[in-house]
């Protein structure tokens, strides 16, 4: 997608206009996040606690027995969103993986081949996921492979 800013002073207040052949997915991330304002801080709960975390903590996002688990360096939290409402909040550093797991893409440590023709994705807190057929040519595209 190619982005021109354009600088005018006597704006008052920004606006943003997409040109596009047809509306994607990409577009309609495009525009939501233009309309609002992203998140620096991310609630989570442990226990009875809510705990604030920033994006740049967050490890893995996973499905879990129909709850969404956040997983940090070294703790496990309940997220009290649904798995798409995380992949919309989080945006572009984060990717989905697999139905269930979104991943920081700043937090990989290495990727194992595993049967099926599936990779294993382990990131430096040690959380492991599969990487699904689906996703897989995002992410080698990600890899640039």
Not at 9 to 38: F, N, Q, S
Not at 64 to 73: C, G, I, L
């Amino acid at each position: 997608m190619k982005v021109e800013i354009k600088v005018l002073p006597e704006l008052k207040e920004p606006y943003a206009v997409i040109y596009a052949g047809d509306i994607t997915p990409e577009i309609r991330r495009a525009a939501a996040l233009l309309e609002k304002e992203a998140p620096n801080v991310i609630p989570v709960r442990e226990n009875d606690s809510i705990i604030v975390l920033r994006p740049d903590e967050i490890y893995m996002v996973r499905a879990e027995n129909e709850r969404t688990a956040v997983y940090t360096k070294a703790k496990r939290y309940d997220g009290g969103k649904r798995l798409y409402e995380f992949e919309e909040i989080l945006g572009k550093g984060f990717m989905r993986i697999s139905k269930g797991a979104l991943a920081n893409l700043s937090c990989i440590d290495h990727v194992e081949p595993t049967l099926g023709g599936l990779m294993l994705l382990v990131l430096k807190n040690g959380c492991k996921e599969c990487i699904s057929r689906k996703y897989l040519p995002a992410f080698k595209k990600y890899l640039g492979l």
